[in-house]
Every structure is written in structure tokens, then in C-alpha cells.
T-cell receptor, first 111, second 115 residues
Framework: DAKTTQPNSMESNEEEPVHLPCNHS???????IHWYRQLPSQGPEYVIH???SNVNNRMASLAIAEDRKSSTLILHRATLRDAAVYYC????????????FGQGTELSVKP | DGGITQSPKYLFRKEGQNVTLSCEQN?????MYWYRQDPGQGLRLIYY???????QKGDIAEGYSVSREKKESFPLTVTSAQKNPTAFYLC??????????????FGDGTRLSIL
């Protein structure tokens, strides 16, 4: 199974940008990069996904390296509500679309 | 509002007992999934279904069973064969798209504990 590597934890100040890195050196050509986040005792929430090009939505931006072996989730202005565990996931197309979750990065946001 | 409803929120199981966790969605999604999460860990796939009356085992299916008789419903039974069932169980659904670009929508989970 394709794997991702993320830092265990990161800290940010409120209203500052946050860059959450993810390495996925074994990614194959048809694997999409998905990001989810999870608050305590809740189900994960979809954040963003991409294949090759950088992506923007109302929640975040996703920057994908040219060789696709790494990506960065960018939160432009962190708020206290952004404190969560962020998961970087490779979505495998030939395996029923299942998500393979790693340990994720626990983001804390300081006021 | 459209979404996924899991019930109950908390569930207790006695030794040797089967329990069933409910998952209902009104998003008109074809695909549904069950995941298990242990403390401090990521989610692991138990079973998934891409169409009514069909489902496949995930990575940790032993001790679990599912059914998919209706598009809206995908109940999970934790059998007595599952020796370590204490965990947080999450249900998800998605559109079945070409490739792997469809996001999954998750319920709020059921926390199962052993008495």
C-alpha cells in the first residue's frame, strides 16, 4: 500500500499561515492526494484533494511538488477552529477508492 | 440536511454478544465504507460496498459482518469472534467516480466498549 509520512505535531499562531507537509515517495501515476482533518470524537472532514496541479478551495490550498513525491496543505490564516489532526492520504483507484490513513499531524493553534 | 447518521453514539457489548451498528445516508451515494479507529491511530478499513447487494472485505474484516440491502443503509455487525472490539467506528459514503477523486463523507461515529 502506498504510504505517506507526516510530522506528528505542529504548532501555529492564530491568524498566521500554516504549511503542513506530507511525503509520499511511492505515489503512482493514478493516485490522488487527499487531505482530511479530524476533531476529537468526530468523523474526519474532507479538506481538499489533487492529482498534479495545485488546488485551491474555500478551506485551504494544496501545493503538489512537480515529481508528486510530496505535497503541502496550506491554511492561509489559522483560526482556533483549525486545531485538529490532519491526514494526508493517497487515494488508490484500483482498491475500491479506499482511504489509507496514517498517523496524521496534530495541529495546535495558539491565540 | 443531507448527511450520514450513525447510531447509537455509544454502545456497550457483553462478552460473547453480537452487536450491530447503524449507518444511514441520504446523500444518494452508491459507495459506503466502515472504518475502525483505535486511540491515537489513523482509521483502518473494515468493509466497503460500491453497490447494493455487494460488498468487499477491507484490511481488518475478521470478526465483522455487513449487509447492503438498501442504497441508504450499511449496518455493521461486530461478532463475538472479534476479540478486541473496543474502538471508535466510523461510517463513510461517496460517489463512485472514475478513478479515485471522490471525497468521502463521514458520520460522527459510534464508540463501542466492552462491559
Amino acid at each position: 500500500d502506498a504510504k505517506t509520512t507526516q510530522p506528528n505535531s505542529m504548532e501555529s499562531n492564530e491568524e498566521e499561515p500554516v504549511h503542513l507537509p506530507c511525503n509520499h515517495s511511492t505515489i503512482s501515476g493514478t493516485d490522488y492526494i487527499h487531505w482530511y482533518r479530524q476533531l476529537p470524537s468526530q468523523g474526519p472532514e474532507y479538506v481538499i484533494h489533487g492529482l498534479t496541479s495545485n488546488v485551491n478551495n474555500r478551506m485551504a490550498s494544496l501545493a503538489i511538488a512537480e515529481d508528486r513525491k510530496s505535497s503541502t496543505l496550506i491554511l492561509h490564516r489559522a483560526t482556533l477552529r483549525d486545531a485538529a489532526v490532519y491526514y494526508c492520504i493517497l487515494r488508490i483507484g484500483n482498491q475500491g477508492g479506499k482511504l489509507i490513513f496514517g498517523q496524521g499531524t496534530e495541529l495546535s493553534v495558539k491565540p | 440536511d443531507g448527511g450520514i447518521t450513525q447510531s447509537p453514539k455509544y454502545l456497550f457489548r457483553k462478552e460473547g454478544q453480537n452487536v450491530t451498528l447503524s449507518c444511514e445516508q441520504n446523500l444518494n451515494h452508491d459507495a459506503m465504507y466502515w472504518y475502525r479507529q483505535d486511540p491515537g491511530q489513523g482509521l483502518r478499513l473494515i468493509y466497503y460496498s460500491q453497490i447494493v447487494n455487494d460488498f468487499q472485505k477491507g484490511d481488518i474484516a475478521e470478526g465483522y459482518s455487513v449487509s447492503r440491502e438498501k442504497k441508504e443503509s450499511f449496518p455493521l455487525t461486530v461478532t463475538s469472534a472479534q476479540k478486541n472490539p473496543t474502538a471508535f467506528y466510523l461510517c463513510a459514503s461517496s460517489i463512485v467516480g472514475v478513478g479515485s477523486n471522490q471525497p468521502q463523507h463521514f458520520g460522527d461515529g459510534t464508540r463501542l466498549s466492552i462491559l
